[in-house]
Every structure is written in structure tokens, then in C-alpha cells.
């Protein structure tokens, strides 16, 4: 389904705040999968989830989505196949458009747009209920400028919006992260049923442990801009968080040695 | 009178200047100044058109077909070649400049004995009015022929605010609408926003041409100088017909900027005539639209430090 073979992205390269945010990462995604992506900050996780969506080129290595090569493909043609909801609420939503423009733009996600009028009565009348099943009472406010939601709505509504055309791959980047507790339990139960109805290809980011360990069917674990553990079958299954925190505990250490060590050869040689 | 009619004909003129820089700044966020170009491209090539024996339609058709590829080059130059806005729109207007003056073979071109659409409409006017001069309105005489090109420019104007309106509801103008609002919603759609973006500019510019072009044939010449100073009078145009409205829907922006540019016209006009020197107009539009944008921040500023700087002082 998802096929991305030893990608490389280095930001600001050659200067001195240059950022080696990919380093190498291979993943092969089954159909149907729902991949959690966990890692400290600045693993990459969030540039890995880039790179397939295209927000920028790789520089190294290829991205193919259901057989057909888009390593070179810029993020608009690339959206035909994939649907995205973002770490920030804003960033899925146009908030001087109403609910209904908002959610008609992306009826037609990787669709030509033309002249035809964009909202039409038995139109906006499916869109409606589509939006009746985030079961948030939004039905009733489709002529409302999504500007005057709160994050929690426009994330749910991103999400919708990200799976109204059903996309062969779903993107999410700590969807919830940016949201209060209520809202974000909220938009994961959408996500967990979302997914689950339509069976989708999906990558997941998030900083949660809960969502990690109760959340799909495969984990895997940045850190540097490598995948440092891939968990999938029944070792995903059995999965706790405190395994997860150890894990990070461990990767800790390791970077504190790597310092320590650094700062040894610095003092002796310099 | 016809110091009333001179005024609104000109407002609604610049009308559709202000609608062009509507879709630019307020659509797009994008500060186009290629449109001070634009504007007088319109009005040299309409005129040279003209002079050439085209009929007033066919020149302004073209014009405007000109300028909006003027505007699609500052697109590509702004989203292909990653040049700052502003400098994209300068480049373009800095060579058109020269282009234009190129195109009207010199810094003004006269259209005497030349039929603009001003006087096919007046001669329809006549026509209409069994041939008389000058009828009665609101208890003042008013020429036929004025009045007539007032009408003639009021449905222009008009018409293309009906256009717009309804283009900004297709699925194609949606995009475009939701491009200046969010552009990495629209990618994540599958709509190219560099497009949307080029494609808008080239519609902005179009507008721009087409109110060159009218006013060329309004006043009877094309003048080099006719641009200058177009994307700040439009701006001004569109932020008082804001403050007018009060609304953030589409149709009422749209009619706003018209109705925007015809109250300025109508100050301007007024203020000339209780004696402003002609020459500062173009200091107090720019003073005017400065306070314009910069007050709201600053009465945000000054509600946000009152109360603190009352404590301060106790």
C-alpha cells in the first residue's frame, strides 16, 4: 500500500543549525493497517508523516503509494490519495468559509474543480449529514463561518472533511494534541470509529501513551530520524505503557551517554 | 449636477478597480501593485485599439485579456520563482512602464474623434430621449450624454460585481477563496494553491485593465501617469466600503468595494472643491488608508494597556 524506501531529508543543509530530521527510514505499510508513530521530539515523526503528504522533496530515497511512485510528486497531486488532519486545529479548516463551503471543498479532494456551483441543495443536504454523524449538533450551523468554532469542532470537522472522499492513505499528526482532554477524547473516539468503518490505511502521531498502546494494529518508534522499533501482531496487543516509558527511558540514557561521551573527547582534545 | 455625475461616474469607474484589488488584498492577501501598471495598460492598449478603428467592446475585451496575463506573470514569478510579493508586482509594473509606453508610442495619447463606449452611450442616451440635450432631475437640468455614460458604467460595474459573485460560489472560486484563507488546507484538497493564486491575480488584473481602459475613454486620453498611486485609491476604496458594510459576507464585500469607491470619489470630489490643493490628494489617500489599517491595532493596543497603566499609577 504505502512503500517508502530509505528516505533521507536534511534541513538548512551545510549551515550551522542544519537538521538531519530523516535519516535512512524504510516502511512498508500493509493495506488496511493503523500504524502509530511514537518518538521524542524532534525524531522526525512529524517530518516522516511530511515527507509521504510531500509538504516538501526528499532528498534521498523513493515514496510510493499503491504502486505508483510520488517521490517527486508536489503535495497537491499527492492529496488524491491522502487525507490529512494536522497537529494545529486552524490548519485544516478555511475559517472565513462556512461549514458547508469548507466541507463541499473537499467533496472534491483530487477531483478537477471547475465551474459548476459549488454548493447545491441535495449537495449541502448530504454534507449535512455527513456532519450529523460527528453527532456534535454542527448540522444545525452549516451557513457558519468555521472561524467562530472552537478547535475541538474544527478538528472534528478536519477530520471529516480528511475522509469525506475515502482516501487510500489517512495522515494524522498529533490531532489531538493541541486540544483540552474533552475535546481530544472526543475527536480520537471519531478517529478510532472513522478508521475502523472504512478501514483505512493510516498513520497516527502522537505523544499520547494511552493512545499509543490502545490505538491500531502496528507501532513504530522514532528517534534520531530512524525507526527504532516496529511492533505489530500480538507484541503490539500486549503493550503497556509503562513498556513504552521504559523504552523512552532507555533512549534516554543512551543520548546522556552520547553527551557524556562528547563532552569526555572534547575536554581531553580541545 | 454635473459635478455630482462627473464624481459617481468616476467612483463607479474606479469601482471596478477597487473589486480587482478586492480579490488581491482581501481574497489573496497579496498586495499586488502590478495593477498600477495594469491600469494604464488598459488604457493604452484600449486606446491604441481604437485609434486603430476597433470598436470600444473588442478594445476592451482585449485589454483586459492583456493585463490579466501582465497579472498571471506576477503569479508565476511570486509562486514558481519564490519572489517576495511585493518585488514580483514592482518587477512586472516597472517593465510595463516601459511596455506601456511603448504600446501608446509616447507618455499620452489623445482618442478625439474616436468612438469610446462614453459615446455610444451617449448616442443611445439621445436616441432614448427623442434627441433632447438635457433633461430635468431632481429640479436641475443634467446632460443627456452624462447621464447616459453614468448609466452605461453603472451596469458595467454592476455586472461584473454579479459576475464575480457568482464565480466566487463555483467550485473553482471556492478554491480560490479558501487558497487566501488557508493554503495548506487547500493543497491537503488537492488544489494546486500556486494556481489558484495565479489564476486569481490574472482576474484582479483583468479588473484593473478593464477600469484603465473605461477611463481612458471616459476622459478621452491614455495617460502614462493614469496608475499611479491605483492600489493605494482601491485599497481606500475597499476599506470604507468595509467600514460601510460591516459584514464579512462575500455578496455584501463585493458591493461594498463599489459603493466604497464611489463615497471616495464623492469626498475626494467634495474636498476639491472647498479648496484642497490637487497636488496633496495623493498624500491624504495614502495618510488615510495607513490610519486605516494601523487604528484597529492600535485601539487593541490602547484597551490592553489602559486598565494595567491605571494600577501603575496608583
Known sequence: ?270 | MNLLIGSLTIGLIVSVLALGVYISFRIFNFPDLTCEGTVTLGAAVSAVLLLNGSGPTVAIVVAMLICALAGALTGVIHTRFKVNDLLAGILVMTALYSVNLHVMGGSNLPLAHTSGFANAAAHLGKAVFGGRETIELLGRSASVSDLSVLFAVLLIAACVCALLYAFFRTQLGLAMRATGDNSQMIRALGASDSGMQTMGLAISNALCGLSGALLAQYQGFADISMGIGSLVAGLASVILGEALVGSRKLGHLLVAAILGAILFRLLVAVALRVGLNPNDLKLITAAFVLIALVAPMLIRQWRKHKPRTGVRHA
Not at chain 1, 500500500?1 to 535519516?23: C, P, W, Y
Not at chain 1, 540514557?253 to 562528547?262: M, T, Y
Request: no cysteine; proline share 2%; hydrophobic share 40%.
Open chain 1, 1 to 270: 500500500m504505502l512503500e517508502i524506501h530509505d528516505i533521507h531529508k536534511t534541513f538548512n543543509a551545510g549551515s550551522s543549525n542544519e537538521v538531519r530530521s530523516l535519516q535512512g527510514v524504510t516502511l512498508s505499510l500493509d493495506e488496511g493497517s493503523f500504524v502509530i508513530v511514537l518518538g521524542t521530539n524532534g525524531s522526525g515523526k512529524s517530518t516522516l508523516l511530511n515527507a509521504v503528504a510531500g509538504s516538501f522533496i526528499t532528498d534521498q530515497g523513493s515514496i510510493a503509494i499503491d504502486g505508483q511512485d510520488v517521490t517527486t510528486w508536489p503535495e497537491h497531486r499527492r492529496a488524491r490519495y491522502i487525507g490529512r488532519v494536522f497537529q494545529n486545529p486552524f490548519s485544516g479548516t478555511a475559517p472565513n468559509l462556512t461549514i458547508a463551503e469548507n466541507l463541499t471543498l473537499a467533496s472534491r479532494r483530487g477531483q478537477s474543480r471547475g465551474l459548476g456551483w459549488a454548493l447545491s441543495g441535495a449537495h449541502t443536504a448530504l454534507l449535512r449529514e455527513a456532519v450529523s454523524t460527528l453527532g456534535m449538533g454542527l448540522e444545525l450551523r452549516m451557513d457558519n463561518l468555521i472561524g467562530s468554532l472552537s478547535g475541538g469542532q474544527r478538528q472534528a470537522l478536519t477530520l471529516l472533511m480528511s475522509t469525506l472522499v475515502k482516501p487510500r492513505l489517512l495522515l494524522l499528526d498529533e490531532h489531538t494534541a493541541a486540544l483540552d482532554p474533552k475535546s481530544a477524547d472526543q475527536v480520537i473516539r471519531i478517529t478510532d470509529r472513522v478508521v475502523t468503518r472504512d478501514r483505512l490505511t493510516t498513520m497516527m502521531v502522537t505523544h499520547s501513551m494511552a493512545q499509543a498502546v490502545s490505538l491500531g494494529d502496528r507501532l513504530i518508534m522514532m528517534h534520531r530520524g530512524r525507526i527504532i522499533q516496529d511492533l505489530s501482531g500480538a507484541e503490539k496487543r500486549r503493550l503497556r505503557p509503562e513498556d513504552l516509558l521504559a523504552r523512552f527511558e532507555e533512549v534516554r540514557r543512551a543520548d546522556l551517554l552520547d553527551e557524556s561521551a562528547a563532552e569526555l573527547l572534547r575536554r581531553r582534545y580541545i
